[in-house]
């Protein structure tokens, strides 16, 4: 896939920084993701933002952060995440352009910054903010991201969930809305946005279509409870279901399963690796991942990449120490 067809796919900042790889940008160990968030911002100012209108009344915005879904109401908007700091602004106007009414409800699927970056101008344009308590206290407190070595500042109040919940219906016209948490997978507050009346699912995080994903052992996320996240939308999902992931572009139920089957090919690797006794950087070096790596390895992680986070995440989750 060449680089304007990267562009195309929606997936954005990650597409331009896979092409900068290519380039001969690699850090000098190839499994180490933390030099690729110097390179985050300057491509993140550079993506455009699109809203394009899925059914009718529901828009999915993408640009430099996360998938954005946008919910047209008798009373307002209902979106899902905010996007990332640095185009807040830019995003917020372009969500009220394709929807034409205020934002009402603002949903954070988890607390990264790329999903979550925003709330404080949506909060400020008066958004009621929902998650689960789980991504309230971490968008509460400093965190710090041990795979990219950097820590992310907490939001100011104003910016901070005012309603959580782990199982919630909201009703917005003739539509609902599922909130669902899931156990620990990508983060440990990960939201599964349901859209029944449409049948659409936003996943936030927990699915990243064509790609790997990442996942936060910081946030006691662990490539087991991404399997099992994948598992309950395949429960929820139909044959006819649109998925939006949290990056990439719409997929489909058949997109969401060939992503579970990795995973839990990758899990299955490394899950030997580990009872065998294996260190972080053995399991790297038996390249686990090589022959997925063509499919999957094309996004913003590498095989080796993603071989470290997943590998970190399973020890930590078994209360070992990867390395």
């Known amino acids: 896939m060449n680089r304007r067809e990267w562009l195309q796919s929606g997936l954005g900042a990650m597409a331009m920084l896979a092409t900068a790889r290519t380039r001969g940008d690699e850090p000098v160990?190839?499994?180490?993701?933390?030099?690729?968030l110097a390179k985050m911002g300057p491509m993140m100012e550079k993506v455009q933002v699109v809203a394009t209108e899925l059914a009718p009344g529901l828009h999915v915005v993408q640009g430099p952060g996360g998938n954005i879904a946008v919910l047209d109401g008798p009373d307002g908007l209902t979106?899902?995440?905010?996007?990332?700091?640095?185009r807040a602004k830019e995003v917020f106007e372009t969500i009220q352009r394709a929807g034409g009414k205020p934002v009402e409800r603002l949903i954070n699927t988890h607390w990264h910054f790329d999903h979550a970056g925003g709330n404080e101008v949506f909060a400020r344009a008066g958004a009621t903010i929902f998650a689960t308590s789980a991504t309230r206290q971490r968008l509460s407190t400093d965190q710090y991201t041990a795979a990219f070595k950097f820590t992310t500042k907490a939001l100011p109040s104003i910016a901070r969930p005012t309603v959580t919940s782990d199982d919630l219906e909201l009703y917005v016209g003739d539509h609902s809305l599922h909130l669902i948490a899931v156990p620990p997978a990508h983060t440990d507050g990960d939201l599964i946005v349901h859209f029944p009346t449409l049948d659409v699912i936003h996943t936030g995080d927990l699915f990243s279509k064509g790609f790997y994903p990442n996942i936060d052992a910081s946030s006691r996320g662990w490539i087991g409870g991404m399997v099992a996240a994948a598992d309950q939308l395949l429960k929820i999902a139909g044959p006819k279901t649109r998925i939006i992931p949290g990056h990439g572009q719409v997929g489909t139920?058949?997109?969401?399963?060939?992503?579970?089957?990795?995973?839990?090919?990758?899990?299955?690797?490394?899950?030997?690796?580990?009872?065998?006794?294996k260190s972080l950087r053995e399991a790297i070096d038996a390249r686990p991942t090589a022959d997925l790596d063509p499919a999957w390895g094309k996004g913003l992680f590498t095989g080796p990449m993603f071989t470290r986070i997943a590998f970190?995440?399973?020890?930590?989750?078994r209360g070992g120490k990867a390395g």
């Open 29 to 36: 160990d190839e499994s180490d993701p933390a030099p690729l």
């Open 312 to 317: 970190d995440g399973l020890a930590q989750h």
């Open 253 to 277: 139920r058949e997109d969401l399963a060939a992503a579970r089957k990795m995973l839990a090919t990758v899990q299955d690797r490394l899950a030997r690796m580990l009872d065998s006794g």
């Open 79 to 86: 979106v899902v995440d905010s996007g990332v700091p640095m």
